[in-house]
C-alpha cells in the first residue's frame, strides 16, 4: 500500500512567534518547506519551495493576505490557500473565499482546525472552497 503523501506546506505570518508555533503544530504530519514574514516574499517562495498548501496571514506587511491571495491563484493556481485571521466576520470570509481561498480558520481555533483543513485540501482535487 503506497504511503500518502505529506502536504508541503509553505507558512506566511508576519509574527515569527506564530511562524513557530504553526511549525510545531504541523510538522508531526506535513513537510514545511518555507517560511515568510512578509506579504511581499510569499509569491517568490511559492515558487521556488513550490507547496501543496501556502498558510496566509490576512494581514501581512507590504502586501496584505487577500491581495496575496488573489497573485498566488493567478500564478499558481494549483496551489491551495487557507487564510489566517483573527477577524472572522462574514464579510471576510465572503471575501477570501470569493478570491479563491480554500477555507479561511480564525486564529483562535488554529489548534483545533488547521491541520485538518490542510488534510481536506490535499484531498479536494477541484480546489472548492468549502469554509
Same mark, same amino acid.
Given at each position: 500500500?503506497?504511503?500518502?503523501?505529506?502536504? &508541503? *506546506?509553505? $507558512?506566511? !505570518? !508576519?509574527?515569527?512567534?506564530? *511562524?513557530?508555533? #504553526?511549525?510545531?503544530? #504541523? +510538522?508531526?504530519?506535513?513537510?514545511?518547506?518555507?517560511? =515568510?514574514?512578509?506579504?511581499?516574499?510569499?509569491?517568490?517562495?511559492?515558487?521556488?519551495?513550490?507547496? !501543496?498548501? *501556502?498558510? #496566509? !496571514?490576512?494581514?501581512?506587511?507590504? *502586501?496584505?493576505?487577500?491581495?496575496?491571495?488573489?497573485?498566488?491563484?493567478?500564478? =499558481?493556481?494549483?496551489? &491551495?490557500?487557507?487564510?489566517? +485571521?483573527?477577524?472572522?466576520?462574514? $464579510?471576510?470570509?465572503? &471575501?477570501?473565499?470569493? #478570491?479563491?481561498?480554500?477555507?479561511?480558520?480564525?486564529?483562535?481555533?488554529?489548534?483545533?482546525?488547521?491541520? +485538518?483543513?490542510?488534510?481536506?485540501?490535499?484531498?479536494?482535487?477541484?480546489?472548492?472552497?468549502?469554509?
Amino acid at each position: 500500500m503506497k504511503a500518502e503523501a505529506r502536504p &508541503r *506546506v509553505l $507558512l506566511a !505570518d !508576519d509574527y515569527p512567534g506564530i *511562524v513557530v508555533a #504553526l511549525e510545531r503544530l #504541523l +510538522s508531526p504530519e506535513c513537510d514545511v518547506v518555507a517560511t =515568510v514574514t512578509d506579504g511581499g516574499g510569499v509569491s517568490e517562495a511559492c515558487h521556488s519551495s513550490q507547496p !501543496d498548501v *501556502v498558510v #496566509l !496571514d490576512l494581514n501581512m506587511p507590504n *502586501v496584505g493576505g487577500l491581495d496575496v491571495c488573489r497573485q498566488l491563484l493567478q500564478t =499558481v493556481p494549483q496551489v &491551495r490557500v487557507i487564510l489566517l +485571521s483573527a477577524d472572522t466576520s462574514a $464579510l471576510v470570509r465572503e &471575501r477570501a473565499l470569493s #478570491l479563491g481561498a480554500f477555507a479561511v480558520v480564525a486564529k483562535q481555533q488554529l489548534t483545533d482546525l488547521l491541520l +485538518s483543513r490542510i488534510k481536506e485540501a490535499m484531498h479536494d482535487s477541484a480546489g472548492t472552497p468549502r469554509y
